[in-house]
């Protein structure tokens, strides 16, 4: 007999409809899986057969032919393991093919019957949802990830025969109930306030500015000056994510099988600066997505930037130029949405004192130029706001009162978003950082001393032309925080503050 059981699967960022057709005949017992599937899906024979007999069915002594449909792509993982079950009991007879309801059934399955957590679930359903499926039948581990699907039945489940229960109608199991995105917001940073950073006021305001505009930002300095705390302090002052911003990070970090439950707050990514540039851009057998993807809408913080080697720092081109990551294997390419603010942190020498107003460099020149030599020119240009963050002094480290809370930050940040939004609505962007040439020439005009102020800094500091369009940005984005239609000198004087570094640690 035949039976077919509706399933999904996964190729890059979407889903895509799998039939599971299960065909059993009498004859010599054997077990045949085509359909392109890799190493995990074959093994379902084990699997599924131990899971069988420890729900209680009986392992069909027949042959068994399993077609995993269509058969010219590729089949990964073990979330088959589920429908090719439920198709087995159904083809051998042990259950009436007729009576099982209609969904579409994705889970592993342990020895023992149990149906474990399976990677990629919500783009799967998502995918699903959008070709008209309505009915899911999912592991219980998973059902966080659906709370916000509307217009879909989900129903968890903790073992093959609960679902075939439910399947069969002779077990009643409550949907994963739809929430709402507003009241599951979520704002805890704990420590990580800026009302607790001491002094640094141009560092923050260049932050502050920096999140306002999604701009990437470099900061500069000797050890101990609070780099990191001021970046690990980025987060509480973001804005407020959307859910379909949401949406799409939940969908990266399921696929990478990092998402437990829904994600509430945007992403903010460490990575070691011994990671490879496959862990960073992504890849692997299955073209996984890396640390940058996993930081979409969130940031993307590398601490102590020169120790990463060169070419995996100047895999960050593409996707800061463009937002995303395309990552190609032989037998696969995906693209990724990489659409991440960068924040880095770096050292000026070697020893760390260069350029410090409060200890002596004792680096050499040779070694200050090899050390900054490993950040080229095209990435300095990429990243649109430096700052240098010096050592704090005595008397701020010393005052009791606290400094301006992130929330009172973030409540600017998020009325210079608004602006933005309203000003780039139904163009696909959302913040400054990401206006194009044409946008630039439309929302960026300069009166007469504005124009005079940034020709005399262009020609002075030879700047090249990206970072010219950087600069009007920046400014664009001071303008915003200050509530001003228009750019004026005293915002352009203020960005041209931030691109002044690049000729003092000039490589």
């Known amino acids: 007999m035949l039976a077919v059981i509706k ?4 190729k890059g960022m979407d889903g895509f409809p799998v039939s599971a057709e299960v065909d059993m005949h009498s004859g010599m017992p054997t077990y045949d899986i085509v359909g392109l599937a890799d190493t995990a899906v074959k093994e379902s024979k084990e699997r599924v057969r131990s899971a069988l007999k420890n729900s209680g069915y009986n392992y069909p002594v027949a042959s068994v032919v399993v077609n995993l449909a269509p058969a010219d792509v590729k089949k990964e993982g073990s979330l088959y393991d589920l429908p090719i079950a439920v198709g087995m009991l159904a083809a051998s007879k042990q259950v009436e093919y007729q009576t099982l309801r209609p969904a579409v059934l994705l889970g592993e399955l342990s020895l023992n019957g149990e149906v474990r957590k399976v990677n990629g679930i919500l783009p799967m ?62 704002h805890s ?16 305001r260049a932050m502050e500015i920096a999140v306002a505009g999604g701009h990437n930002i470099i900061m500069i300095g000797p050890p101990g000056a609070g780099k990191t705390m001021l970046a690990r302090a980025v987060p509480s002052i973001m804005p407020d994510m959307t859910f379909d911003e949401a949406l799409e990070v939940a969908k990266i970090h399921s696929i990478a099988g990092q998402l437990n439950g829904f994600v509430y707050e945007r ?17 692997g057998n ?17 601490d102590e930037l020169p120790e990463y080697s060169r070419q995996t720092l100047e895999t960050l081109r593409q996707p800061l130029e463009d937002g ?15 659409d991440f603010m960068l924040i880095a942190s770096m050292n000026p020498c070697p ?79 959302h913040c400054n950082a990401q206006m194009t040439s044409a946008d630039i020439k439309k929302y960026c005009k300069l009166d007469s001393e504005s124009v005079k ?31 001003s239609q228009n750019i004026t000198a005293r915002h352009i004087a203020e960005s041209l503050q931030y691109r002044a570094l690049d000729r003092k640690y000039r490589v």
């Open 286 to 302: 299955k073209a996984r997505p890396g640390e940058i993807s996993l930081a979409h809408n969130g940031v993307l913080f590398l």
């Open 453 to 483: 102020l940034l020709k005399e800094s262009f020609e002075k500091l030879n700047l090249t032309a990206r970072a010219y369009n950087r600069i009007l940005k920046v400014a664009r984005t001071i303008a915003d925080l200050d509530g």
């Open 7 to 10: 399933s999904y699967g996964l």
């Open 125 to 186: 359903i998502i995918a699903a949802r959008q070709q008209g499926e309505t009915v899911f039948v999912i592991p219980q581990e998973n059902a966080d990830e659906a709370v916000f699907i509307e217009g879909a039945q989900i129903f968890p489940v903790a073992s093959l025969r609960q679902a075939v229960d439910f399947l069969r109608g002779e077990q009643q199991i409550e949907p994963v109930a739809v929430r709402s995105w507003q009241s599951d917001m979520q």
């Open 351 to 429: 020893c760390g004192n260069y350029g410090s107003a409060t200890a002596e460099c004792k680096c050499t020149a040779a070694q200050i130029h090899r050390y900054l030599n490993k950040l080229s020119g095209p990435l300095l240009d990429r990243i649109d706001i430096h700052v240098e963050v010096d050592n704090v002094s005595y008397d701020d480290l010393q005052e009791e009162q606290l400094a301006e809370p992130s929330s009172a930050v973030r409540e600017r940040v998020n009325r210079a978003r608004e602006a933005q939004l309203a000003r780039l609505k139904g163009k696909g962007r």
């Open 324 to 338: 995303v990551i395309t990552v190609a294997r032989n037998a696969i390419s995906v693209t990724y949405p990489a």
């Open 267 to 283: 992403p903010f990514r460490t990575p070691h600066h011994s990671a490879t540039m496959v862990a960073l851009t992504g890849g």
């Open 189 to 204: 940073h704990g420590d990580n306030d800026f009302k607790y950073i001491k002094g640094q006021y141009a560092a923050k």
